[in-house]
């Protein structure tokens, strides 16, 4: 039994897990366990074409630095990437959260617009199987669990899309599954979400009703802030 799949209440976690891999294999190591299958599958059309290109790019989304993901580790997953796919392009990071995800993937556009190879992979990966880190989720009241019923259900997964330009796409034959037409990204004013939701729990002890509508007013503007 990991001691880090009981919450503070002493109840078992409820967790999103991949059961194939072992709980511990953990840090950089699981985030490239993650990304693999899901690279390799987004890349598959492009590489069974043999086609002598560039390289070809990544923009990766990350999650912001946290207790289990210290700053460094968004370098060294980068590398360790790098290292198993060599034959990927340059490797740029989006460690910004839930907002990183649309972040690369504008980036991409550009990239495949402008840049020496008309693709680029756009992906993100993220697992919260950390000890450090669900017990930061638990002490910031975000673990969802009996005593909690404002939190989530902490997971892991990773996925990654090939973006190309119209012209290349039908140029090579591949299929087409989505256009990509305009994006915008913007900072939000209001970052403190974790000590929003833990002082909303506390105000839930005295004034449920009242904390109902803030947590649905909170949970609204953490959701536009994606």
Same mark, same amino acid.
């Given at each position: ?11 078992? !976690?409820?967790? #999103? ?13 699981? $985030? ?21 290109? #560039?390289?070809?790019?990544? $923009? ?16 060294? $997953? ?56 669900? %017990? ?15 939190? $989530? ?20 034959? !591949? ?10 990204? #913007? ?14 729990? %506390? ?11 803030? %947590? ?11």
């Amino acid at each position: 039994e990991h001691r880090f799949l009981i919450d503070k209440v002493g109840d078992p !976690m409820s967790v #999103a897990i991949d059961r194939l891999l072992g709980l511990e294999v953990n840090g950089v190591e699981r $985030f490239l366990e993650l990304a693999k299958p899901a690279l390799q599958e987004a890349i598959a059309p492009l590489n069974s074409l043999n086609l002598n290109l #560039a390289p070809v790019p990544v $923009f990766l989304g990350l999650p912001e630095p946290r207790p289990g993901w210290p700053t460094d580790n968004t370098a060294k $997953f980068a590398a360790k990437l790098k290292e198993t796919f060599p034959w990927l392009g340059h490797i740029r990071t989006f460690p910004n959260g839930h907002a990183s995800g649309l972040q690369a993937l504008e980036e991409a556009a550009q990239a495949v617009r402008n840049g020496p190879t008309p693709f680029a992979l756009v992906g993100g990966v993220d697992s919260y199987m950390d000890a450090d880190t669900l %017990d930061w989720l638990d002490r910031e009241q975000q673990l969802m669990s009996t005593a909690n019923r404002a939190g $989530f259900p902490p997971g892991e997964g990773a996925g990654f899309c090939l973006v190309g330009t119209v012209r290349a796409i039908r140029q090579y034959r !591949m299929n087409l599954l989505a256009w990509f037409v305009a994006s915008a990204t #913007a900072m939000e004013k209001n970052r403190d979400a974790v000590g929003q939701t833990a002082r909303l729990a %506390d105000a839930a002890q005295d004034h449920p009703q009242r904390a109902d509508q803030a %947590d649905a007013r909170g949970g609204l503007r953490r959701r536009l802030s994606l």
